[in-house]
């Protein structure tokens, strides 16, 4: 038997094929790259490039809009009458981001010439105006969280940060809770710069509205970004602080106080002052 090939029913040898996914990703990433290449397109017009039918380049083109890297629109200027109106398909960021690129290595050469010109102060400013876009624009699904818990804000935070591409998710603990970020778009910059980590930091901080504690970065090799939020203090309860703050005999009615129960009238008293004056308050 031939090398490459396989043996079908009958006998009959066909050369191999490789695997409908390999193909599929392979198609797929061709279509990327014209629309990369040649802006926004047709269904039709992207499969005159490839050589296919323009059934075949919808499914390729379904499978990309499901996973984000692809958007549909409509044609600007086409007629909206009877019939399927043109639509456009556009490369998105995240299809984009597919493609190689040297973002890393150029914010790295950015920030090593500040850092030798202004020192670490200058690249903490830098770090703080680049996050600034990113708190103001997580701010608003920040301040529609129910109530002032810091957790309700850090929930509503990470489902903001998630859309912002870090993957975020907050889970309340006995002690707090965390927020964690299970991917950092800069952390290969972090890495050499914790300015970064320590701005974002103080960016959580402020919309969750409380101080935070950073406990692990991906930028320092951990899996996750794990940020620690303390829960409130837990305030006694009215009887504790009288028992707790009087301690040399028991406490006398103020001002205000509710009545006495019937069992607390007739209860014994070794109080010399008749029963019916204590329930008065003096005017």
């Known amino acids: 038997m031939e090398s490459g090939a396989v043996q079908v029913g009958g006998g009959v040898n066909a050369p191999a094929r490789p695997s409908a996914t390999a193909d599929d990703g392979r198609t797929r990433h061709r279509v990327s790259a014209l629309l990369l290449e040649h802006g926004p397109q047709t269904a039709a017009g992207l499969a005159e490039r490839l050589g296919v039918s323009p059934t075949a380049v919808r499914r390729h083109l379904d499978a990309l809009v499901a996973t984000g890297r692809v958007e549909e629109r409509h044609a600007p200027g086409t007629p909206r009458g009877r019939g399927r109106p043109a639509r456009l398909f556009h490369l998105t960021d995240a299809g984009r981001s597919t493609f190689p690129h040297a973002y890393d290595d150029l914010a790295l050469t950015a920030l090593r010439f500040v850092a030798a010109s202004g020192g670490p102060e200058a690249v903490r400013q830098v770090a703080e105006a680049q996050l600034a876009g990113l708190e103001q624009r997580c701010s608003a699904a920040v301040e529609s969280a129910p109530g002032d818990r810091a957790m309700a804000r850090a929930t509503a935070l990470a489902g903001a940060l998630t859309a912002e591409g870090y993957a975020a998710?907050?889970?309340?603990?006995?002690?707090?809770?965390?927020?964690?970020?299970?991917?950092?778009?800069?952390?290969?910059?972090?890495?050499?710069?914790?300015?970064?980590?320590?701005?974002?930091?103080?960016?959580?901080?402020?919309?969750?509205?409380?101080?935070?504690?950073?406990?692990?970065?991906?930028?320092?090799?951990?899996?996750?970004?794990?940020?620690?939020?303390?829960?409130?203090?837990?305030?006694?309860?009215?009887?504790?602080?009288?028992?707790?703050?009087?301690?040399?005999?028991?406490?006398?009615?103020?001002?205000?106080?509710?009545?006495?129960?019937?069992?607390?009238?007739?209860?014994?008293?070794t109080s010399t002052t008749p029963t019916n004056a204590r329930e008065r308050t003096p005017a």
């Not at 914790?194 to 930091?201: F, G």
């Not at 001002?255 to 009238?265: F, H, I, L, S």
């Open 169 to 269: 998710s907050a889970s309340a603990l006995s002690g707090g809770g965390q927020l964690c970020q299970h991917h950092c778009p800069v952390a290969h910059v972090a890495a050499e710069f914790p300015q970064l980590c320590e701005a974002e930091t103080a960016v959580i901080g402020r919309l969750v509205g409380t101080h935070v504690q950073r406990l692990a970065t991906i930028a320092h090799g951990d899996g996750v970004c794990t940020t620690h939020i303390p829960g409130p203090v837990p305030r006694a309860s009215g009887p504790a602080h009288i028992r707790a703050g009087n301690t040399t005999g028991p406490a006398r009615p103020v001002p205000g106080e509710r009545a006495a129960t019937p069992r607390e009238r007739t209860a014994p008293s």
